[in-house]
């Protein structure tokens, strides 16, 4: 019973330090509770299985956790676990109008004073009148951008 408790002690630091050395950076509360658990272990092999069992405790737990440490800070090893793709899309952005002032379209619901309108028939945007309630259908023109919106008027 007594290598049963031992060996169960040195499996969870060992997997308690796997979790600090690929998932959890820097020195945490994980880390430290595997290395307690891993001289918890050590000690109760030096006391209840004696001198040699001690040493045979203790040399497999420092060369499992070399082990561990060696193939969890491995560069190769750490790229797995490491984001690595690169985000190159934009958002269109509202000081670089892509409909100019002047831009004649129409209206594809009541602007009352803000909707929706088509311009170059396939540029679908939210626009807004200067208080003028226009019905769908009604022919627009852009004044200006103000604040992000498109400013219309009846054309």
Same mark, same amino acid.
């Given at each position: 019973?007594?290598?049963?408790?031992?060996?169960?002690?040195?499996?969870?630091?060992?997997?308690?330090? &796997? !979790?600090? *050395?690929?998932?959890?950076? =820097?020195?945490?509360?994980?880390? %430290?509770?595997? @290395? /307690? #658990?891993?001289?918890?272990?050590?000690?109760?092999?030096?006391?209840?299985?004696?001198?040699?069992?001690?040493?045979?405790?203790?040399?497999?737990?420092?060369? &499992? !956790?070399? *082990?561990?440490?060696?193939? =969890?800070?491995?560069?190769?090893? %750490?790229?797995? @676990? /490491? #984001?690595?793709?690169?985000?190159?899309?934009?958002?269109?952005?509202?000081?670089?109008?892509?409909?100019?002032?002047?831009?004649?379209?129409?209206?594809?619901?009541?602007?009352?004073?803000?909707?929706?309108?088509?311009?170059?028939?396939?540029?679908?945007?939210?626009?807004?009148?200067?208080?003028?309630?226009?019905?769908?259908?009604?022919?627009?023109?852009?004044?200006?951008?103000?604040?992000?919106?498109?400013?219309?008027?009846?054309?």
């Amino acid at each position: 019973m007594d290598w049963i408790t031992i060996s169960l002690l040195l499996l969870f630091g060992l997997l308690f330090l &796997l !979790a600090e *050395v690929l998932f959890i950076p =820097g020195t945490t509360l994980v880390g %430290l509770v595997g @290395f /307690a #658990l891993l001289v918890t272990g050590i000690w109760l092999g030096y006391r209840d299985l004696g001198s040699t069992g001690g040493h045979l405790t203790l040399v497999t737990a420092a060369v &499992l !956790a070399g *082990v561990v440490l060696y193939l =969890g800070l491995r560069p190769k090893n %750490l790229h797995r @676990f /490491a #984001l690595t793709d690169v985000n190159n899309t934009s958002v269109r952005d509202a000081r670089r109008p892509d409909v100019e002032p002047g831009t004649v379209g129409r209206t594809l619901s009541a602007l009352r004073p803000a909707g929706t309108a088509l311009f170059d028939d396939e540029q679908r945007r939210e626009v807004v009148t200067r208080g003028e309630f226009l019905a769908a259908g009604t022919p627009v023109r852009v004044l200006g951008i103000e604040q992000n919106r498109i400013v219309v008027e009846q054309a």
